[in-house]
């Protein structure tokens, strides 16, 4: 009996964390289903939403819904900025180039970060008080906050979904990742394209910093740097270029870590996360839903 409480509580714990996991692994697959590009700074940009979500919560006292919002648009507005400013003129350049400038890109948001907001952690403010669903006896407990993150992470990935398949933009998304020349002739603007992409996927990393805030009550100006590799590991577990991909493998990212933390020891949890990369590159390089396409580097 213990052992299923200790297992139903990590797996709720897990679905939280997955929730947050998969929302930033969606940029990482947006970027590169359409130009081949691992944005490494992108859990940075998780690292900004969470800041602004901060400041909109203490100076302007917005409550949870606007300060999301607000979080969301000033991330996707950086997610376009950093896409003209740093990638657009790479567009034809080597692969290493793009990579080494989006590794560029993270230091300058890290650091710049931290001399704008110093390098303290901060306390996130206490948005709605603290409840607890209870089952087997108050042994297994869901507090609100985790139901908050969940039922936000499925309705953004819903919107997702919808924006990809239902609209003008997001037809214009799979016409350019499947062939962008091709796009290019059918009369579809490219870099429109691209940018509302960046813009898209930054959008869901700062909503996840929002998120992270709430659930960890402490955000810090390197706080991107493991959540951004963990959910890059999810999108490749996922299948990178999948969207339906990285929200699974976002999910199962989370389950494995409260899993490896409640059964084992929460020291190791970093080591299985990228002892699972491994493992994907060795076993299945394309990930669970990934298309087995060669490519050169």
């Known amino acids: 009996?213990?052992?299923m409480q200790i297992f139903f509580q990590q797996l709720i714990n897990g679905i939280s964390l997955g929730s947050?996991?998969?929302l930033i692994a969606l940029g990482y697959t947006m970027v590169y289903g359409i130009i081949k590009l691992i944005n490494f700074a992108h859990g940075d940009i998780y690292m900004v939403g969470a800041?602004?979500?901060?400041?909109?919560?203490?100076?302007?006292?917005?409550?949870?819904?606007?300060?999301?919002?607000?979080?969301?648009?000033?991330c996707a507005l950086l997610g376009i900025v950093i896409e003209r400013m740093a990638y657009k003129p790479l567009r034809n350049a080597t692969r290493i180039a793009a990579l080494i400038t989006a590794i560029g890109v993270s230091l300058f948001l890290e650091y710049g970060g931290i001399l704008i907001v110093s390098p303290q952690p901060r306390a996130f403010p206490d948005v709605f008080p603290m409840s607890k669903l209870t089952f087997f006896d108050g042994k297994v407990y869901m507090t609100n906050q985790q139901i908050v993150i969940f039922l936000v992470a499925i309705i953004l990935m819903i919107l997702l979904q919808y924006i990809v398949h239902r609209t003008k933009i997001g037809k214009a998304m799979r016409a350019v990742s499947y062939d962008q020349d091709a796009a290019l002739l059918m009369g579809i603007n490219v870099n429109t394209t691209i940018s509302a992409t960046f813009a898209i996927g930054s959008a869901l990393a700062g909503a996840a910093g929002v998120l992270v805030g709430i659930y960890y009550t402490s955000i810090s100006p390197l706080m991107g740097i493991i959540p951004g590799l963990k959910a890059f590991v999810a999108a490749?577990?996922?299948?990178?270029?999948?969207?339906?991909?990285?929200?699974?493998?976002?999910?199962?990212?989370?389950?494995?870590?409260?899993m490896v933390s409640g059964y084992w020891s929460s020291t190791l949890r970093d080591a299985v996360a990228f002892g699972i990369l491994i493992l994907i590159l060795i076993i299945k390089p394309t990930g669970i839903f990934g298309k087995n396409i060669r490519e050169k580097v």
């Open 236 to 258: 490749v577990l996922g299948g990178i270029g999948s969207i339906p991909g990285a929200a699974v493998g976002g999910l199962l990212m989370g389950v494995i870590e409260a």
């Open 20 to 22: 947050i996991y998969a």
């Open 1 to 3: 009996m213990e052992h």
């Open 51 to 74: 800041y602004v979500g901060f400041f909109a919560i203490t100076k302007l006292n917005m409550s949870f819904i606007p300060a999301l919002v607000a979080s969301m648009l000033f």
